[in-house]
Each structure stands twice: as C-alpha cells, then as structure tokens.
C-alpha cells in the first residue's frame, strides 16, 4: 500500500468504526478491501485483537473483502477461537455490534502505558487517547493498539489523535513498529515523519526544527509547507524545517532511550537508585582534593564561577536519572570551557556518558588546549572504541614523539549507545595510568616518574571548535555527558567502582 492509500484507509475504517461514515465513504472502504490484500488485514485488525482473524482475512481475494466478508470472517475467527458471541445475521447487525464492542473503555485507547520511568502523571496500565500528556521529568514507553512501542523522553508534549497517529509539540521519542502499525505517524511543529514498517526517532529540537533518525527500515519525512517527501532508509537522519525546508544531519542513535533499557532503569529507580546516586555524589564533593564537579542540572545556567566553566552551544537534556540533566553536544561547535588552572602529578577525571556515534574520529572527553606542551592531556574515545589517554612527556617513545599513551583494547566498549561510566586515573609519583568502564579497570599502562599533568584551558566535548573544521576533522564528540569530576588525587580502585554501583541508572 502507497503512503496515501494508507492515510485514507485509516481515516475510512476510524469514521466507519465510530458510526459516521456516509455511503461514499462506504464504498471506498469496501473498494480498498475488495483490491488490496494489506487492506483488508489492517480492517480486520481493527475488528479484533485476535491474531488468527487478520490471517483469515489476509488470504480471501479481492472479490469477497466487501464489509458483509468482513462479517463472516468476524464470526469465523470468533468462533475458531471459542470467543463467538452470537450468529451474525445481516451486516446492519454486525456492524451495529461491532461499533457498540469498540466503544468500550478497553478498545477505545489509542495506547496504553507499558512502563513509566519518573514520570508521575502517566502510570503504568493506564489507557491514554487524545488528551494532551505534559512530562517534565522521566520517560514513557506506551504500546498503540496496532502494536507500535514508542518511548517518550521528558520534557515533552504530546497526545494521540489515534493509534495510528501521534502528534508531539516537544520531546523525543523511539519508535520499533511491527509491520501490523505500519503508516505510523509522528506530527511535529515542523513536519512529519511517516512509518514504513521500522525502528526511528523524533527530536524536536525547537519550535522551528525537528530531527528524524531512521535506524531500520524506511520512514518518509515531510517538512510542514511543503510538498515534498523525503525516503529515509536505516542510518540516515534529516532537519526538518518550518520553512518546509530539509536537510540531512548525523544520526545520533545514542541520543534516544530505547524501550530495551527501560525495565532496568525503571527498577533501578524504584531500587531507590537515584538517592544512593545523590549520597555518593555528595560524599565526594567534600573531599579537600576535589577540582570541578560538573553536574549540568541547571538547563540554561553556566556552572559556578569558581569552576570557570562555560556551556558553548550544546543542549541541555534530561540525564541518566529523572529530572536531573546532562549536556548533549550535537553540533561541531559544542563544548564546554572548562580551566582546573593546576598542575598536578595526581589526577582523576570521571564522567556519565553516551554516544551517538564514534565512527572513523576520535571523540573527545577532555582535552587541554596547549597540545604540544609538556604535561598536556588529552583522554578520549577512537574509532575502534577503545579508550585513550595521552600526555605530553620529553623522552622520544617508539613512534618517534613525547606522546606517552594509554589505550584499552580495540572494542573495549560494546555499549557506548546507553549510559557508561568512564574513568582515568594518572600517578606520576608511582608512574601509572589506569583506564576504567563501569567501575572495572580495563587497562594500565607506565608513565613517566615525575611528570606533572597540566590542567590549564580545556574543552570538554568537541576540542578547539573555534578552529577551522578541516584542521581538526576528527576531534569531535557527538553524545550526552552525566557529571564531569576532576581531582587532584588518584582516587583508588574501590572508590570508583563503588561510585559507580551507586550511580548507576539501570539494575
């Protein structure tokens, strides 16, 4: 079926099954059930949740699928099923049954609340329609009554105008759509992106912009305005504009919560998680040795003064926890300026994060800006996933340079698309390195004796955006950062997988 035989279709059978539809429409709807296979499939879904009736419905030919078919198939699968009812005598009584069933409570939703994360005004097993749903904070996984799930992130707005149909004003959202919710629509303020059968997501990034990202399957996207539909296959994303103008932009599959991860985080949540979070972070904010702690909870606000950081262009959203916050850095520009102003021969840098791609760059955490100075340091994520840690020494290594490196095993990180906790630590005075993911050590390496780390003007995210992108085409950080701490001590092995048990957002 053709995106706008779709579109009609569903509107026919919604009008037909809420006793409105005059003859015309009648014999448009029997029309499409007389010709089209798909058609007559997607009337018999509607008729009934009960799988065998759409497969009997499925494989009649065209010239039996006109409604009084439908009926007998009705009564057919009904009965095959030990759910029959009554013997349907005519069509008028069918169908008067039929619309009198679909009024209940339990077949009127559009979706219903499969899990709610932080989220307190929808709860789990409740019935939604149209009514307009407002989150703050939390996440939302609902399944349609065709079988789409779709997560929805805070802060957002949204309602459904049917179970084919959802029209968010602000947000983001997942959606994994089986083949029986295909013509699944999203309606955003500026366009919308229709289904084919696939798994995508929706961020409206403002009143005037929204992001689609196809990650299988095929979506057709349409700026408002215009005419124009676009075909998006898996690993393509595209802006679209209220101008009714588009264009294509990176796809950022970690930038969206999946419904894979929400029981974890929905039971880590009720495990009381995110207080264990809060008295862990607040235990350490206290230790003398503490240089920065970066929160990003205060969406619009630059960290306090005494950090002497600044956020430069990138986003704030929701972090791993319900309302709490997390920078996103999308565009090439994004950063955070950050100055720890010291030198030290003791360090620890630890961060929440997640990516939305890594591919063929190295992705920067936190990189001072005086590369090529004695005791400069660069920690980062390369192309192979592994993780990457350099400083500046003066004795030549094996590569013919000063650079003293520490890198973990190529693939070392097989999740980066969900929140990971990554930490390094530096001692010059007993002269290692230690490369740690979720509270494991991952890898150790030799450094210098006495060499001093050089903690002065740094850029977390994208390193040194202001110069020209052709200069530096693969020092950018695409992804979402959970907390930015720095000390000016080795923290020990118990400490940061302690840390990390406590804080972590899934079960």
Not at 1 to 27: A, F, K, P, W
Not at 71 to 90: C, D, H, K, M, P
Not at 306 to 324: I, L
Request: contains cysteine.
């Amino acid at each position: 079926m053709s995106v706008d035989t779709i579109s009609d279709l569903d509107q026919l059978i919604h009008v037909y099954l809420d006793g409105r539809i005059n003859s015309q429409e009648m014999e448009r709807l029997n029309e499409h059930l007389r010709r089209d296979r798909l058609a007559r499939q997607e009337f018999a879904n509607y008729l009934t949740l009960d799988s065998a009736l759409a497969d009997i419905a499925a494989g009649l030919p065209g010239q039996r699928a006109a409604v009084e078919d439908i009926v007998e198939l009705n009564q057919r699968a009904l009965i095959s099923t030990s759910f029959a009812y009554i013997s349907l005598l005519s069509t008028v009584a069918a169908v008067a049954m039929l619309i009198l069933w679909w009024s209940t409570d339990s077949y009127r939703s559009y979706a219903t609340v499969v899990r709610s994360v932080g989220a307190p005004s929808l709860v789990d097993g409740m019935s939604v329609r149209d009514e307009l749903n407002v989150i703050r904070t939390g996440l939302v996984e609902f399944v349609t009554a065709r079988g789409a799930r779709v997560v929805i992130e805070a802060p957002a707005e949204f309602f459904f105008e049917s179970a084919l149909k959802l029209n968010m004003r602000a947000g983001r959202l997942t959606a994994d759509v089986p083949a029986s919710a295909i013509g699944f629509t999203v309606v955003t303020p500026s366009g919308e992106a229709i289904d084919l059968g696939t798994k995508f997501a929706v961020d409206i990034t403002s009143q005037t912009q929204a992001e689609v990202h196809v990650f299988e399957g095929e979506v057709i996207a349409r700026s408002r305005g215009s005419d124009r539909r676009q075909h998006l296959t898996a690993s393509s994303a595209v802006r679209m504009g209220r101008d009714a103008t588009t264009q294509a932009c990176d796809v950022r599959q970690g930038a969206f919560v999946g419904n894979r991860e929400m029981a974890s985080m929905a039971e880590a949540l009720a495990a009381g998680q995110k207080t264990r979070a809060k008295q862990a972070r607040e235990k350490f904010q206290r230790d003398p040795k503490l240089l920065a702690w970066l929160d990003f909870d205060r969406p619009g606000e630059s960290q306090p003064a005494e950090y002497d950081a600044q956020v430069v262009g990138a986003q704030w959203v929701q972090g791993r926890f319900p309302g709490t916050g997390a920078i996103d850095f999308i565009e090439p520009d994004d950063c955070v300026t950050l100055n720890l102003n010291t030198h030290t021969d003791q360090f620890t840098l630890m961060t929440w994060a997640r990516l939305n791609q890594f591919e063929e760059r190295a992705n920067s955490l936190y990189s001072t800006d005086e590369w090529g100075e004695l005791g400069q340091v660069h920690w980062l994520i390369g192309d192979k996933t592994n993780l990457r840690f350099a400083i500046k020494g003066t004795k030549l290594t094996a590569t013919g340079d000063t650079n003293v490196w520490l890198e973990s095993q190529p693939r070392a990180l097989p999740e980066l698309e969900r929140w990971v906790h990554l930490a390094l630590v530096y001692d010059a005075q007993c002269g290692k390195a230690i490369q740690y993911l979720n509270g494991q050590q991952i890898a150790v390496a030799d450094m210098p004796l006495g060499l001093q780390a050089a903690l002065g003007p740094a850029q977390l995210g994208n390193w040194k955006p202001q110069l020209d992108r052709q200069r530096n085409p693969k020092r950018r950080l695409s992804g979402r950062m959970d907390e930015f701490v720095a000390f000016a001590r080795g923290l020990s092995a118990s400490e940061i997988s302690d840390y990390f048990a406590a804080s972590t957002p899934y079960k």
